[in-house]
């Protein structure tokens, strides 16, 4: 996982400070995404003052991530941090940014008083030696105008050269100015300076030869009521995402079972064997293996209607110890009691096989060959 340092912007510093302040509320939190609608892909959430990558996939859950930090936590798009803060000061920057803008429109000023001033030329000429006929109406027309506007393009050519000199003797100034600033920052370093200089901050691995980075807003928030274990679910919000977790505690959806979230928009009643779950709108249930491992499973979801609650929809799933599915349920333009479904599917992933070497890090005899 790539890991980024940043400075953040102020949709992200309230965050930062809570952050950095020892007394605030802190929790602890595993978690795993999933995006909703289309993937997210160069997204990540910020510990910190750290971007921690976290591409998120609408096919599959992502894998366990562990949060430590204040309650609210943001993502940003972690590929939009690759924008440093330039190394001359913003106000040389903004100085040559407006003699760029000057110089420009100097430029084209001057391209069109070439233009015109051939034209009115053209038309002038051909008037007195009778050749006005091969000049276009439309040349003749704009030719008239000309005069008029040559003079306004004269005074803008001359604005903008004037614009454009100001500009470039400010940046000069200042970068006199800057390189003075610096010197001067030197030599108090070097114990030239009596007056006391506070210390550098003290520079990371991912410091080194590059400026801070220049944070993005985040695409979502989420605040945690408390540390545990969640299911991130990312949908569209207009250009934003909105984030609906699911708890994931110890044993309220385990592996074997599914879990059924209602989108729909309405009521709803999942039934596996003759048994019922009714689902409010916006509302989930848990059904745990309703057939025996290794069997096929037929759920029925049921929508209501004029005719009452009818069949809208048939999950046939494959029953496996080892692997819970979550199932949406969402509207359907087909109408009547038809809706769609989508499922993800996650298998419980092996434990992981303790190293016969360890105890030998520890003094320990290693394992024979």
């Given at each position: 996982?790539?890991?980024?340092?940043?400075?953040?912007?102020?949709?992200?510093?309230?965050?930062?400070?809570?952050?950095?302040?020892?007394?605030?509320?802190?929790?602890?939190?595993?978690?795993?995404?999933?995006?909703?609608?289309?993937?997210?892909?160069?997204?990540?959430?910020?510990?910190?003052?750290?971007?921690?990558?976290?591409?998120?996939?609408?096919?599959?859950?992502?894998?366990?991530?562990?949060?430590?930090?204040?309650?609210?936590?943001?993502?940003?798009?972690?590929?939009?941090?690759?924008?440093q803060a330039p190394e001359a000061p913003p106000e040389i920057l903004a100085a040559r940014s407006r003699g760029s803008a000057a110089q420009e429109r100097a430029r084209k000023a001057s391209e069109e008083y070439t233009r015109l001033s051939a034209l009115s030329a053209k038309a002038t000429t051909g008037s007195r030696e009778g050749q006005a006929g091969k000049i276009s109406q439309s040349e003749l027309a704009e030719a008239e105008a000309a005069q008029a506007r040559l003079s306004e393009l004269s005074r803008i050519m001359a604005e903008a050269n004037k614009e454009a000199d100001d500009a470039q003797v400010e940046v000069n100034n200042r970068q006199r100015d800057h390189q003075q600033a610096v010197a001067e920052a030197k030599n108090s370093k070097a114990g030239k300076s009596k007056a006391p200089t506070p210390a550098p901050a003290k520079a990371t691995p991912n410091d080194k030869g590059k400026g801070p980075f220049v944070a993005p807003t985040p695409i979502a928030t989420y605040t945690f009521p408390g540390d545990g274990k969640y299911i991130l679910l990312f949908a569209s919000a207009g250009n934003a995402k909105r984030i609906m977790a699911i708890e994931d505690k110890e044993g309220s959806f385990p592996f074997g079972s599914y879990l059924y979230v209602n989108l729909t928009g309405k009521p709803v009643e999942v039934r596996y064997n003759g048994n019922s779950t009714p689902i409010a709108p916006n509302g989930r249930a848990v059904i745990n293996a309703p057939v025996a491992n290794d069997t096929y499973a037929?759920?029925?979801?049921?929508?209501?209607?004029?005719?009452?609650?009818?069949?809208?929809?048939?999950?046939?799933?494959?029953?496996?110890?080892?692997?819970?599915?979550?199932?949406?349920?969402?509207?359907?333009?087909?109408?009547?009691?038809?809706?769609?479904?989508?499922?993800?599917?996650?298998?419980?992933?092996?434990?992981?096989?303790?190293?016969?070497?360890?105890?030998?890090?520890?003094?320990?005899?290693?394992?024979?060959?």
């Open positions: 996982m790539r890991l980024l340092l940043i400075t953040l912007t102020a949709a992200t510093v309230s965050l930062l400070g809570q952050a950095n302040d020892p007394n605030a509320a802190k929790v602890s939190v595993r978690f795993r995404a999933l995006a909703f609608d289309a993937p997210i892909i160069g997204s990540g959430y910020l510990e910190g003052s750290t971007a921690k990558r976290l591409d998120i996939s609408n096919d599959f859950l992502s894998g366990e991530q562990t949060y430590r930090g204040v309650p609210t936590i943001a993502f940003v798009m972690v590929d939009d941090l690759t924008k037929q759920g029925e979801v049921l929508t209501p209607g004029e005719d009452g609650f009818q069949i809208g929809y048939i999950a046939r799933t494959y029953q496996q110890a080892d692997v819970r599915t979550l199932f949406f349920l969402l509207p359907s333009d087909a109408g009547g009691h038809s809706i769609n479904i989508k499922g993800i599917e996650e298998r419980k992933q092996p434990d992981p096989v303790p190293d016969p070497n360890a105890g030998a890090a520890k003094g320990g005899k290693a394992a024979a060959k």
